[in-house]
């Protein structure tokens, strides 16, 4: 093969490489989107949190959840609920900020 062969193979190959990748990451969405409930460990990962913050949260209601023998599932309704309950508008201007400081 001569180099300019070469070089268009290693083109196409790493062009494939991509391709994987995005596929791989249409599926995981795809998956996502029909996932029901999500383990601790998938909660752990999407919060970037550890076993006993999930723990915490589940042992002072922060988040709803439910118990399947020894493995606690959350459903995509308790993360919502759990963000909703988490959540703080922005603010108009810094004053109002300060002002939510002082209730």
């Not at 995981?28 to 919060?47: A, G, H, L, T």
Request: aromatic share 10%; glycine share 6%; hydrophobic share 30%.
């Amino acid at each position: 093969m001569n180099e300019s062969m070469e070089e268009a193979f290693g083109e196409l190959i790493r062009q494939v490489s991509s391709l994987r990748k995005e596929v791989k990451a249409i599926r995981k969405s795809i998956n996502d989107e029909r996932k029901p409930c999500y383990s601790n460990q998938e909660v752990m990962e999407m919060f970037g949190v550890a076993t006993q913050t999930i723990k915490k949260w589940r042992d002072t209601g922060a988040i709803g959840f439910s118990l399947v023998g020894n493995t606690y599932l959350y459903s995509k309704e308790d993360i919502a609920k759990f963000l909703e309950g988490t959540h703080y508008d922005s603010f108009e201007s810094p004053s109002d900020y300060r002002k939510s400081l002082s209730r």
